[in-house]
């Protein structure tokens, strides 16, 4: 029977860098969920923040971006007050800085019903668009997340950046107020030259019962308030159910297990070539829980896929809406334009123009336990480049077109495979396979990767595993 992998399986097993404490990366993952940011595909995020930096101005009240200060370095609480929620501004953008004092008074749970919606988006309750309302004809979702007191206090004490999000200094709009409650807006355009959906954010504090309601908006043709109205519609009700503040106990083992966690990440690289073995490091204890043998027997650089050899169905996003239209008469990949990352960051300003070659291998994998097990079939694609001091750094790029974007989905993950015995759910599982005990299956992965990258291209194996060190072949060797 097929195990049903959520999106925090997902990313326990596949993270390459440090494991986030379950207690604290639940509201992450939730929150990230509820906006959609990891995409509606399913498929697995690679974990890295992205600052979207496209600076068109919707709204003329922009120009209040200037009222906004790095705030005080002591909180003040007025008497009746829990909560305190402050925007910063830095030099990469605007993020928000919570405090919260428990001792005031219990932590309520709240219940937020919107009375008004904007026109085509419809709710879902499970599927691609789970939890929030998605509008068929533009695209667009909207989300409302909201955050009681004793939330805020657990991600204040434990995170830097309490409500998930930086800003870009300009997509700022105003402060205003609304039903008693200070109201931040934001509104940004799409980075993809491609599409000109308008994203909204606004966010309601009420800082007398400590909680924080966040709207977003995203898709074409939104009134430029429309955010706004859906935010003063909330029906905002405070319950008589309270939510238990985390001890300071239970913070400092947060704290601690962040930290752990952190000064962890293994730099230690493991190198094989084509035909080789490769087998769980020791050090990641995967081979005591789940056996397993990778080997990759064949590798090669393509300028096209064709039809015949490499069927459709076998693409992970659909052939005829995504992958085609990206494609030469001679099925070569377009060119396509592509911004920079600096430090996490879109550098809008740098973007440029490469194509685009298929890196193709053929890979073994044998599930050598005594039972039948579920196994992460797919190697990543990793550009790694010397940082100047001997090792490896991974870089990517973020694409300027939103098709192309959507076909590469994860740089790190492949676009085509041929082994797909999960497809439910837009394919969300794709990546794992049943094995027998002792059975060897063959599996054909494809990636597009950008030519000028082709030299710091490897595949990777076992670096999802928390703390473990990357196994990697070269993929021009």
Same mark, same amino acid.
């Given at each position: 029977?097929?195990?049903?992998?959520?999106?925090?399986?997902?990313?326990?097993?596949?993270?390459?860098?440090?494991?986030?404490?379950?207690?604290?990366?639940?509201?992450?993952?939730?929150?990230?969920?509820?906006?959609?940011?990891?995409?509606?595909?399913?498929?697995?995020?690679?974990?890295?923040?992205?600052?979207?930096?496209?600076?068109?101005?919707?709204?003329?009240?922009?120009?209040?971006?200037?009222?906004?200060?790095?705030?005080?370095?002591?909180?003040?609480?007025?008497?009746?007050?829990?909560?305190?929620?402050?925007? #910063?501004?830095?030099?990469?953008?605007?993020?928000?800085?919570?405090?919260?004092?428990?001792?005031?008074?219990?932590?309520?749970?709240?219940?937020?019903?919107?009375?008004?919606?904007?026109?085509?988006?419809?709710?879902?309750?499970?599927?691609?668009?789970?939890?929030?309302?998605?509008?068929?004809?533009?695209?667009?979702?909207?989300?409302?997340? #909201?955050?009681?007191?004793?939330?805020?206090?657990?991600?204040?004490?434990?995170?830097?950046?309490?409500?998930?999000?930086?800003?870009?200094?300009?997509?700022?709009?105003?402060?205003?107020?609304?039903?008693?409650? #200070?109201?931040?807006?934001?509104?940004?355009?799409?980075?993809?030259?491609?599409?000109?959906?308008?994203?909204?954010?606004?966010?309601?504090?009420?800082?007398?019962?400590?909680?924080?309601?966040?709207?977003?908006?995203?898709?074409?043709?939104?009134?430029?308030?429309?955010?706004?109205?859906?935010?003063?519609?909330?029906?905002?009700?405070?319950?008589?159910?309270?939510?238990?503040?985390?001890?300071?106990?239970?913070?400092?083992?947060?704290?601690?297990?962040?930290?752990?966690?952190?000064? #962890?990440?293994?730099?230690?690289?493991?190198?094989?070539?084509?035909?080789?073995?490769?087998?769980?490091?020791?050090?990641?204890?995967?081979?005591?829980?789940?056996?397993?043998?990778?080997?990759?027997?064949?590798?090669?650089?393509?300028?096209?896929?064709?039809?015949?050899?490499?069927?459709?169905?076998?693409?992970?996003?659909?052939?005829?809406?995504?992958?085609?239209?990206?494609?030469?008469?001679?099925?070569?990949?377009?060119?396509?334009?592509?911004?920079?990352?600096?430090?996490?960051?879109?550098?809008?300003?740098?973007?440029?123009?490469?194509?685009?070659?298929?890196?193709?291998?053929?890979?073994?994998?044998?599930?050598?336990?005594?039972?039948?097990?579920?196994?992460?079939?797919?190697?990543?694609?990793?550009?790694?480049?010397?940082?100047?001091?001997?090792?490896?750094?991974?870089?990517?790029?973020?694409?300027?077109?939103?098709?192309?974007?959507?076909?590469?989905?994860?740089?790190?993950?492949?676009?085509?495979?041929?082994?797909?015995?999960?497809?439910?759910?837009?394919?969300?599982?794709?990546?794992?396979?049943?094995?027998?005990?002792?059975?060897?299956?063959?599996?054909?992965?494809?990636?597009?990767?950008?030519?000028?990258?082709?030299?710091?291209?490897?595949?990777?194996?076992?670096?999802?595993?928390?703390?473990?060190?990357?196994?990697?072949?070269?993929?021009?060797?």
């Amino acid at each position: 029977m097929k195990k049903e992998y959520s999106q925090q399986d997902i990313e326990r097993i596949l993270k390459s860098d440090a494991k986030i404490p379950a207690s604290v990366d639940e509201r992450i993952r939730e929150t990230y969920r509820e906006l959609g940011v990891t995409g509606n595909t399913g498929r697995k995020s690679a974990g890295k923040r992205t600052v979207h930096r496209k600076k068109r101005k919707v709204w003329a009240a922009v120009a209040a971006a200037a009222v906004l200060t790095t705030g005080l370095g002591v909180t003040a609480f007025a008497v009746s007050q829990l909560m305190n929620a402050d925007l #910063k501004e830095t030099e990469e953008g605007l993020f928000y800085e919570i405090s919260v004092a428990p001792e005031t008074k219990e932590a309520h749970d709240i219940k937020v019903t919107p009375t008004y919606i904007p026109e085509g988006y419809v709710y879902h309750e499970d599927g691609p668009y789970a939890l929030k309302w998605h509008n068929d004809a533009t695209g667009g979702d909207m989300s409302i997340v #909201k955050y009681n007191a004793a939330d805020l206090y657990k991600m204040s004490k434990t995170q830097d950046e309490v409500l998930h999000t930086m800003f870009d200094k300009d997509s700022f709009v105003e402060t205003t107020t609304i039903n008693e409650m #200070k109201t931040d807006v934001f509104s940004e355009g799409s980075i993809y030259k491609d599409n000109d959906s308008v994203r909204h954010d606004v966010f309601l504090f009420n800082e007398e019962y400590g909680y924080a309601v966040q709207v977003y908006l995203e898709g074409t043709g939104l009134a430029e308030d429309e955010a706004l109205k859906v935010a003063r519609g909330l029906d905002i009700e405070v319950l008589e159910t309270t939510v238990e503040y985390a001890s300071d106990e239970e913070l400092d083992a947060l704290k601690q297990e962040i930290a752990t966690a952190a000064g #962890k990440t293994s730099e230690s690289l493991h190198y094989y070539k084509i035909g080789d073995e490769i087998t769980p490091p020791p050090e990641t204890g995967l081979d005591d829980v789940m056996p397993q043998i990778h080997k990759v027997t064949d590798i090669q650089i393509l300028d096209s896929l064709p039809l015949d050899q490499y069927p459709k169905e076998n693409y992970i996003e659909d052939y005829d809406t995504v992958v085609a239209p990206l494609l030469n008469e001679d099925g070569t990949l377009k060119d396509h334009e592509r911004y920079p990352l600096k430090n996490g960051t879109i550098a809008e300003d740098g973007i440029e123009s490469t194509g685009a070659k298929f890196v193709v291998a053929t890979t073994e994998i044998t599930n050598t336990g005594d039972m039948a097990q579920e196994i992460y079939i797919a190697p990543d694609m990793l550009l790694l480049a010397d940082n100047g001091s001997g090792s490896l750094t991974e870089y990517w790029y973020w694409p300027a077109s939103e098709a192309y974007h959507e076909f590469v989905v994860d740089h790190r993950m492949p676009e085509y495979q041929t082994v797909q015995m999960f497809t439910d759910n837009q394919k969300t599982h794709v990546h794992f396979a049943e094995i027998g005990a002792g059975e060897t299956i063959t599996c054909t992965f494809a990636w597009a990767v950008d030519e000028d990258c082709l030299d710091d291209a490897y595949l990777g194996f076992y670096g999802g595993v928390a703390d473990a060190p990357k196994s990697l072949v070269k993929v021009t060797e």
